[in-house]
């Protein structure tokens, strides 16, 4: 139930603060497409390019509205230091969380575990 409502507050901060920022400033988004609209969905992301992949950590796993977007179509564009790139989503619930945070910048990775109820690690192939 905690989990729950913690899901919940993040959720709706990041939905009407930190999404709308994130699409004015120069912030790293990921697109997706809406799995039931069929629209664009810009999300705010915070992760790192590794030899032309993009690894980040979702807070809420399954339970993210991108993540659930990724799973009925993986393909998705990442906006990265500025520019679009396009790329193929996988989500890998084996990799080690914690460890693949470690790998991550040190701010988002810190938000990250304070803001996780159910995390999951994304791995982006860039063309």
Not at 33 to 44: I, Y
Not at 53 to 58: I, K, R
Not at 64 to 93: C, E, F, M
Request: charged share 30%.
């Amino acid at each position: 139930m905690a989990q729950d409502l913690k899901r919940q507050f993040v959720h709706r901060v990041q939905r009407f603060v930190v999404n709308p920022l994130g699409r004015k400033l120069p912030v790293t988004m990921l697109e997706t497409t809406g799995r039931k609209s069929g629209q664009p969905r810009h999300t705010a992301v915070g992760g790192k390019e590794i030899d032309n992949q993009f690894w980040m950590v979702s807070e809420h796993g399954e339970h993210s509205d991108y993540v659930r977007n990724i799973k009925a179509n993986p393909a998705v564009r990442v906006r990265i230091r500025g520019q679009w790139r396009n790329g193929t989503a996988h989500l890998l619930p084996d990799d080690d969380v914690q460890a693949r945070l470690r790998k991550l910048p040190r701010l988002n990775s810190s938000v990250v575990r304070v803001m996780a109820s159910d995390m999951l690690t994304i791995r982006v192939d860039l063309d």
